[in-house]
């Protein structure tokens, strides 16, 4: 889970504001599912399966319902980088 309005940089997550219902995904490159949530307070930690990913671009797609009943996807791309 992150904190909102922290300055770290160790869990991705999209901005939300007046979200009401959430899908945040991240795939590799192959097309895989490695992360998924409907919890808008939890982000990416950049771990599948207890292990750390290795540096790679990452593909991110989220869907959220805003509260005045828009719906909206987008996504994009993060890129993991080693410590």
Known sequence: ?????????????????????????????????????????????GYYRGMLCKQDVYVWKARATFANGTSVTKAGDVTLLAR
Do not use: A
């Open 1 to 45: 889970y992150y904190i909102p309005g922290s300055l770290d940089n160790d869990i991705f997550f999209p901005y939300t504001s007046g979200v009401i219902e959430y899908k945040f995904q991240i795939f590799d490159r192959w097309g895989e599912l490695i992360f998924e949530t409907e919890d808008i307070k939890q982000g990416w930690d």
